[in-house]
């Protein structure tokens, strides 16, 4: 088996709509759509039938206690929910034993990254609470008798389990290994509440080939992580792994599909908002540096010729090396997360010849 290494890169325009046609080529070149990205996400999992096999799979549930059956739901949520943008989860589904889940691939960190796993889950698990409600009290009749006023006062304040699974592309600090198992526990470690889980899958942390494949879980993980980049993927002699597969298959994908995917391989409003966080954090942290060496040389200057002119000299020296070495870092960052060449350039403000030499020496330090 055999994986294609090259990475998607593109241009940057001015307009949105040229460079999503420009990505919907790039796309069509590959074998697969890439899930990291939610259309192909869900097109590979949004399945009744994969998602059973994928929800067995990160349970580890016997073959007496598997899942038989979901129900995929409408993935909006609402309730009000204190964002600048409309709340939707990727997958959301309840299962044939009662469990509500909800299902979320992350690309890209964002900061307060916990925060928003719970702060998701809290409006999820609303959601999840009220739809409960309606299936087993919505259609009670207005003359309620003493025993169905009590049947749901006893159930008021009860809440279905909700589990999350959180499916990432970079690294989660709070964990050690690619699956983290999390829920509400005293400093004892007992667990508060049953109901509630949380599952991190962390895929920079998931490194296994081919052959140590074992179980379903990490089937699913595998195809995750490698069919945005891969020539031919494997099914592991399961039909339901198959069928998935082919729904990702460039050559055989709708093309609202493939227009979907490209549109979330563009800068969302979303992302943008990130970039800028990361440029002003970039620009702080060079004016620091800079006024702090600028003085520094200016007071080592100002014995000859003046402690005024000397910091002036100084501060404006010691700033251009802070905002040189800053945009260093911000290139050897973007590098890092596999950005184009041209989108590298456009935001560290560094000419290609020094990104393609940063981009040298950082592969070579990797391969000593």
């Known amino acids: ?51 059973v096999n994928f929800l067995n799979g990160v349970f580890h549930l016997e073959e007496s206690n598997k899942i038989e059956s979901v129900v995929i739901k409408n993935s909006e949520i609402n309730v009000i929910f204190p964002a600048v943008k409309s709340f939707r989860l990727d997958i959301r589904a309840t299962t044939s034993n009662g469990i509500h889940i909800n299902v979320e691939m992350q690309k890209a ?17 609303l959601q999840s609470k009220y739809e409960w409600d309606q299936l087993n009290f919505g259609n009670l009749p207005a003359d309620l008798t003493k025993e169905q006023r009590a049947e749901r006062e006893i ?20 964990q ?50 490698h069919a945005g980049k891969a020539e031919k993927l494997p099914d592991f002699n399961d039909s339901v792994i198959a069928k ?7 050559n055989s994908a709708p093309e609202k599909l493939i227009i979907d995917q490209a549109n979330d391989m563009v800068w969302t409003e979303e992302e943008l908002d990130h970039l800028a966080l990361l440029e002003v954090r970039a620009e702080q942290k060079g004016l620091q540096k800079g006024l702090q060496k600028g003085l520094e040389q200016g007071l080592e200057k100002g014995i000859k010729k003046g402690l005024e002119k000397g910091r002036a000299e100084g501060e404006a020296k010691g700033l251009e090396k802070g905002q040189e070495k800053n945009r260093i870092e911000t290139a050897l960052d973007m590098l890092a997360d596999n950005e184009p060449i041209e989108k590298i350039v456009k935001y560290s403000h560094l000419p290609e010849s020094k990104i393609l030499e940063l981009k040298a020496s950082s592969t070579s330090d990797a391969n000593k």
């Not at 294609?4 to 069509?28: A, C, G, M, P, Y």
């Not at 960190?109 to 698990?125: G, I, T």
């Not at 526990?185 to 899958?201: A, E, F, P, Q």
């Open 244 to 250: 998935a597969i082919h729904r990702i298959l460039v």
């Open 176 to 225: 050690k290994l690619f699956r983290g198992d999390w829920a509400i526990r005293n400093k004892d470690g007992l667990t508060l509440s049953n109901k509630m889980m949380y599952i991190l899958y962390d895929l920079t942390k998931f490194n296994k080939t081919f052959e140590e494949i074992v179980t379903a879980e990490e089937r699913w993980l595998y195809l995750l992580k």
């Open 109 to 125: 960190k964002p900061d307060f990254f916990v925060d928003r796993v719970l702060l998701q889950h809290s409006a999820f698990m």
């Open 155 to 174: 159930h008021r304040y009860e809440v279905p389990p909700t589990y999350a699974i959180w499916i990432c592309d970079f690294p989660i600090s709070e």
């Open 1 to 51: 088996m055999s994986e294609n290494k090259k990475t998607i890169e593109f241009s940057i325009t001015t307009s949105r709509d040229q460079l999503v046609d420009k990505t919907i080529e790039e796309i069509k070149k590959h074998t697969y759509l890439d899930p990291l990205f939610d259309a192909a996400f869900k097109a590979l999992l949004s399945d009744e039938e994969a998602l």
